[in-house]
């Protein structure tokens, strides 16, 4: 038995067997313990006072009698811990620190960790007036400085992660998916997987240890897509896809009408993230550690989640957090000499991310390098099949305004200096490089450098009329990039509009070839913007503005020319005005109202001002996108293509 008590000095940990000869003091002297006192195994984790530390958690070890202090918050001041709960191995507990205010702790009894940071930054989130283990999870009460104080929870257990690489074999009106199965925890393991078809909804299910299932009922002739989810008792994972597979034509695994897809969409899934606690689909790769200044990291993509081991390239969204200088970061496929391009473009203590197609090394994997110190996140949303033509080539720099020491692959397009406002700059990109003659669109990371008033880039193929969309939104003194497929003219150039005087770089990293039909490039148009009276492609925008933790459903088919049986789109997601630090994530979902979206994000912005990113997103059963939102904002959202 162990209580706190007192001979006439401080509250001390007492522990007894009944008897009086059995019953002592076990904490030292000139020490402070209160309550709650909580039993981990053969110990007791406790807040325990010293006058170096402060209060801090303390812990009892009932088999040596020796105590320990965690100390959370360096120095006399302490992080004094409350309200302890224990589940499955580990005591929970809030504590404050100077860093990240009150938020919600861990301790196996000889490490402790920081287990949320709702409310980034020294503001408090976590409530020291309520944590109660309910049905295996910690539930607390907590204010993520938007939404108020509301309930929270937490759970040691994950959902589970996406189905590995989905097949299909096509039958006569049917296709028996196959896929490799979902990693779940001990405690919350697989209960079942779901198979829903694109078009039309049918579905399959079946339990563990089966990995196949047939969907019936479905057209001859007709493409499908295929999507399987795991459950388990705490939520569903993210839906493995496949390739396009057509019942009544048997093809082979990834095979469509007119053989491999080019580009095959998956469920977005995170594959690196350098910041401790972080969390990737697969739990790889995570908290590898902040890149130094001028330092390469090699991330192994092939092979995992759901990007098969023979794929060639991936499209990735690369997320650069909190920079300690200015800088840029190049993704690559870990050649012996790096490129002289950038992905992303940043400032000091920025957050932003860019959207790129690279291709994977022999060994399938990419490297980033980075300018200047950073953390790094890499999002995954699709890869190129190995049976496809090639697409993905070295990147390259095709356009630099700038001059001097700034150059192109060859000594093409460069210099001349930032353009004028308002004026179209025409770049040759077909028959440079690796980009053939008769290539129909090409795989672009477009950036405005230092530009002198706030403004926006349009790339299109030379048409007539420049698009009422955008691709890059800048403001003043920015520099920005943006990625994404770039439909060319019939001479294989694009277009480059710019509302204000900038000087502009021009990176591509792959190409659409002649002939391939899977992917559509379309004249950019407006889909959807949240600010009232907006000119969209089919009508007016009604609003309203997005609230915060709100997810919004878009239609995608059905509108410019995009028929039903498309798949997945590209996409161009701008963020105006903010109300604070926030991220965008696209997504397929069915009902905006019950969808959680991915551990993954399209788009990040600390501060007030406008930003933009494309992506290549999956379509939902009906066509659409979700787009959830962190911060009250207005969102705009641009079609640039689609595959079908």
């Known amino acids: 038995m162990a209580f706190v008590g007192s001979d006439g000095g401080d509250d001390s940990l007492w522990v007894s067997d009944g008897t009086d000869a059995g019953t002592r003091r076990v904490s030292p002297d000139g020490t402070d313990v209160r309550t709650p006192l909580t039993v981990l195994d053969d110990s007791i984790v406790m807040p325990g006072f010293t006058s170096p530390s402060g209060f801090e958690p303390w812990v009892y070890d009932g088999g040596t009698g020796a105590t320990r202090t965690l100390d959370i918050e360096p120095g006399p001041v302490g992080s004094d811990p409350e309200l302890m ?59 993520d400085g938007v939404t108020g104080t509301e309930m929270w929870f937490v759970t040691d257990s994950p959902a589970p992660t996406a189905p590995g690489v989905v097949t299909g074999v096509a039958g006569n009106r049917s296709v028996a998916v196959s896929w490799a199965a979902s990693a779940a925890a001990a405690d919350a393991p697989v209960l079942g997987y779901t198979v829903t078809a694109a078009p039309g909804g049918a579905t399959c299910s079946t339990v563990p240890p089966a990995t196949t299932c047939t969907v019936t009922g479905l057209t001859n002739g007709t493409a499908y897509r295929f999507s399987v989810v795991a459950t388990n008792r705490v939520g569903s994972s993210p839906a493995g896809l496949s390739a396009h597979i057509t019942p009544g034509s048997p093809t082979g695994p990834g095979q469509g009408q007119g053989g491999a897809d080019v580009l095959v969409p998956v469920a977005p899934a995170r594959y690196w993230d350098t910041r401790a606690g972080q969390p990737t689909g697969d739990n790889q790769q995570s908290g590898t550690g902040r890149l130094a200044a001028g330092g390469t990291y090699e991330v192994p993509v092939a092979g995992r989640l759901n990007v098969p081991a023979d794929a060639t390239a991936i499209v990735a969204n690369l997320t650069v957090i909190e920079a300690n200088a200015a800088g840029f970061a190049t ?314």
């Open 331 to 644: 993704i690559y496929p870990c050649t012996d000499e790096r490129p002289n391009v950038s992905a992303a473009n940043y400032s000091p203590g920025d957050v932003l991310a860019n959207n790129v197609v690279v291709p994977l090394s022999a060994n399938g994997s990419v490297c980033v390098f980075t300018r200047a110190g950073a953390d790094f996140a890499l999002d995954v949303n699709g890869y190129v099949d190995a049976d496809a033509p090639d697409t993905a080539i070295g990147p390259a720099r095709y356009l630099d305004t700038r001059g001097g020491q700034f150059v192109t692959f060859d000594h093409d397009h460069e210099g001349g200096g930032p353009v004028a406002a308002r004026s179209i700059t025409r770049v040759q990109v077909t028959g440079r490089g690796d980009v053939p003659a008769g290539a129909t669109a090409a795989m672009v990371n477009l950036t405005a450098v230092s530009p002198a008033a706030d403004g926006y880039l349009t790339a299109y193929p030379c048409t007539t009329d420049v698009p009422w969309a955008s691709t890059v939104n800048y403001m003043a003194g920015q520099v920005v990039p943006n990625g994404g497929v770039a439909p060319l003219s019939a001479t294989g150039e694009l277009c480059i509009y710019s509302l204000a005087a900038t000087d502009i770089l021009l990176d591509v990293t792959g190409f659409v070839p002649a002939g391939v039909d899977s992917i559509v490039s379309l004249e950019p148009a407006r889909l959807f913007d949240s600010r009232p009276g907006g000119e969209l492609v089919d009508g007016t925008s009604a609003g309203p503005r997005l609230a915060a933790g709100s997810t919004v459903k878009v239609q995608v088919t059905g509108r410019h020319g995009i028929p039903a049986s498309a798949t997945a789109a590209f996409l161009n997601v701008a963020l105006v005005f903010p109300d604070g630090p926030t991220f965008v994530t696209l997504f397929a979902c069915d009902d905006p109202g019950t969808a959680v979206p991915p551990r993954t994000s399209n788009l990040n912005l600390v501060t007030g001002g406008v930003r933009a990113n494309n992506a290549l997103t999956a379509l939902s059963s009906d066509g659409a996108v979700c787009v959830y939102n962190r911060s009250g904002a207005d969102l705009v959202l641009d079609v640039t293509g689609y595959l079908r």
């Open 85 to 143: 709960v224990e589940l499955n191995g580990y005591v929970y507990f809030v504590a404050r620190t100077t860093a990240a205010g009150s938020e919600l702790w861990r301790t196996d009894g000889t490490t402790v960790e920081r287990v949320t940071d709702i409310r980034p930054g020294p503001a408090s989130s976590v409530s020291s007036e309520f944590l109660e283990v309910v049905d295996n999870q910690v539930w607390f009460a907590a204010d």
